[in-house]
């Protein structure tokens, strides 16, 4: 058990009166332990209902269910549709608009489609030449398969899950360039769901904040914190360290900023661990003193033996507290490290108490007198000390099933 690093300014002539109000008896030959058994009673209830079992709902409430439900699965579009669309884009009949690649190859469309689904390729076709009944359009910096994908994706939403694994990133820049949400959505959930590696993240990283994906660029980021040095040794990173000096910079502090989260982390786990094992302390300590447990207690309460579970996971670390102050030779404040820990127990618990006039605690009345002679200085420590232990206290309380007074 950790005890705070406060030192109890009380002198030893007090001693003797915790020897007459900590008035114990112990048992001999103690046992080992047997492991701690929380019996909860359960109680059983017999009911038994006459009541009839009610009519149905009416018809019409029936209907307009069903027709609601029927009205929102109109919104799915039915395989056919999509495969007639798609049909369209493959044969190109009836095409009015030539579609010009980085390859110089020609993808055949339909000016209407263009238009209704990018107002950005609407005004592209309006402003395109014209020859024999035909528009001719440009689409370069990408492959020729990439854009053959993305007008296919305008016709029938379809797409082969090879080719947009090969093509991710062209039809993000695409469909962020045309602005096609629907289609933005598809690659940022595929990168999402798998398509980040430890190769691609620092390219797929400038590419979302170009193409304004503020999700993606997050998930990146996190990605690059949590691998760090494995990506840091990437050529992708060597590159952007060159091109992008301003961005490896801002990764760096990204880097550092949650590494120091992490450890402010772990330093409050400690602590509240600590502040922890002080509750299960003074729920033990007054647990002994007004219970009694198995081979320790006040001289007017029957010991239950030593072969009784206890429900209180500190309670051995305090009998053995309590049994060694009891037969210690020095056990005055500072002159021994044990009897230290049951000084502090002693005032800590007088701090939390609400009721020392009636408390079976041993000198809890007596330190709350003391009290009013503290520097304060020292009053500061233990006030902390007494919130963290009661905020430790209040955490862990939806889940225990103990009750304290203190």
Known sequence: MASPGLDSPWSSATIGSFDGSFNIRMEEGISSESSSVLEIPSTSMHHCSLIPVPPPLPSKISKRSNLNRGLAECYFVPKETKDMWDKLFKEGYGADVYIITEEKEIIAAH????????PILANYVHQSEFKSGIRFINILGVPHQAVCLFIRFLYSSCYEEEELKKFVLHLLVLSHSYTIPSLKRVCVQ??????????????????????????????????????FKTISSTEGWKVMKRANPALEQELLESVVEADSRKQERLKKLEENEVYLQLTEAMEALLHICRDGCRTIGPRDQVLKGSQVACDFPACKGVESLVRHFSSCKTRVPGGCAHCKRIWQLLELHSRMCNEPDYCKVPLCRHFKEKMQQQSKKDEAKWTMLVSKVLAAKKAVRP????????
């Open 190 to 227: 595929f990168l999402e769901q798998g398509g980040l590696s430890t190769e691609n993240v620092i390219d797929v990283l400038q590419l979302a904040r170009n193409c304004d994906s503020q999700r993606l660029s997050l998930t990146c980021v996190r990605m690059i914190v949590r691998y």
């Open 111 to 118: 000016s209407i489609v263009l238009g209704v689904a990018s």
């Open 399 to 406: 889940f225990s099933h103990r009750r304290s007074g203190f």
